[in-house]
Each structure stands twice: as C-alpha cells, then as structure tokens.
C-alpha cells in the first residue's frame, strides 16, 4: 500500500530564509514522486516530479526536491523564500504496478513573513 | 489556450437536489480524473476516466455519478444521496493513465449545500 506523510500541516519562514517542507512516502514498489502548488481558489500547479532519473529534481519558481531512498524522502526546498511563495504545497505518489493510484498527502500551509 | 475549464465556480445547492459540476479539456488528454478536497484531508479521488466510455470509481464514489462521452468532457453529478457535499471540487485530467504522468488541474468549483 502506497501512503504520503507530510511533517507539519503549517509552516512559517520569513522573506529570504530557507525553505523546507517535508515529505516522506511508503510504497512497496518503486514510486513516482510529485510536489504541485495550490494559490487559493485556484487548483494544482506542478512543480516537478520525480521519475527514477536523477534523484535531485529542480522545478519551477527556484524549488527543488531530492528523492532520498534511504530515508523513503522527498522533501521541498527553495534556498530564499518570497513572499509569491505562500500558498499551500501538495506532495503525491503513483506508481504503474498493481493499478494507477495517485496519493496525495494531507498539505502543508506555507507562510511568508516580511 | 490548451487547459481545463471547469463551472460553475461557485454552486450552492439546496438539499435533497442534484448538480452536476462541468469539466472540459482541450489538451487532448485521455485521462480525467475528479477529486474532493476537504480542509487539512489533500485530495480524495472521486472517479476516474482512461478512456472515452469507460470510468471507475475512486475512494470516495458514493453519491456521485460521471459520464465520459466524449474526450474532452467529464461532468460530475453530486447526487442527494452524497450527504455532506459541502467541499472544493478539482477537476483534473493526464495525457495517459501512467503512474509518471502528471495531472493538469482546472480551477475548481467550490459547492455549498444550503
């Protein structure tokens, strides 16, 4: 069975420090790994994704991710934070075995400090 | 511009009734997908669609009903049998069923039950 845990349903930084959202997955099989980004109202934009290439993903807006096996990770990082980063992210499994299911986990609320 | 078109963007429903919630593409996908997001749950997946004709259903059918009669379009009905409607509804659609694939989203339609 596939699952997704996201650390922390909110997370605060201030204007120009590191940004960090965790995400750490379970999967029987080797996963594809996503993170999208909800402005609100609106619905999900993809930042990147992860597909057994390389295991440090860059995406859109200066975000990035790095799929750490090991640690069964997947979290989010953005080196300097602005203030067009609130917004809430969504990380999602998938896979091609056994069916398609795509699981999204719980979000994580980011906020921006001037 | 290629996307996803979903309406009405606000719904209120009176309950005991029907509403059908409208989703268009035009990026020539195969697979569509509706989702229910509720506060602090991510997204729970409704129905889904691989192909004109055929549809299954998600974690969450009950109350719900779909068509898929043509490619670019999967409407939803929200039946009176769904008893807490009241969520943010997305619409979603992926150019196959691939696990490595990503969604593209519409804006979403948000529905009250008055």
């Known amino acids: 069975a596939q699952s997704v845990t996201q650390l922390g349903s909110h997370v605060s930084v201030s204007e120009g420090a590191l940004v960090l959202l965790r995400c750490n997955y379970s999967s029987s099989v080797p996963p594809y790994l996503f993170w999208y980004v909800q402005y609100p109202n609106q619905g999900l934009q993809l930042l990147l994704k992860y597909t057994s290439a390389a295991t440090l993903v860059k995406g859109i807006n200066g975000f990035e991710a790095e799929f750490k096996k090991s640690e069964t990770s997947f979290h989010l990082t953005k080196p300097s934070a602005h203030m067009s980063d609130a917004a809430e992210y969504f990380c999602a499994v998938s896979r091609n075995t056994g069916g398609f299911k795509t699981i999204f986990g719980a979000g994580t609320r980011l906020f921006v400090k001037a | 511009d290629g996307g996803i078109t979903q309406s009405p963007k606000y719904l209120f429903r009176k309950e005991g009734q029907n509403v059908t919630l409208s989703c268009e593409q035009n990026?020539?996908?195969?697979?569509m997908y509706w989702y229910r997001q509720d506060p602090g749950q991510g997204l729970r997946l409704i129905y889904y669609s691989q192909i004109v004709n055929d549809f299954q259903k998600g974690d969450i059918a009950e109350g719900y009903s779909v068509s898929r009669e043509k490619k670019e379009s999967f409407p939803l009905t929200v039946t009176s049998a769904q008893k807490n409607p009241t969520a943010f509804y997305l619409c979603?659609?992926?150019?196959?069923?691939?696990?490595?694939?990503?969604?593209?989203f519409g804006q979403g339609t948000r529905l009250t039950v008055v």
């Open positions: 990026l020539n996908h195969d697979a």
């Open positions: 979603a659609s992926s150019p196959s069923h691939r696990g490595e694939t990503e969604a593209f």
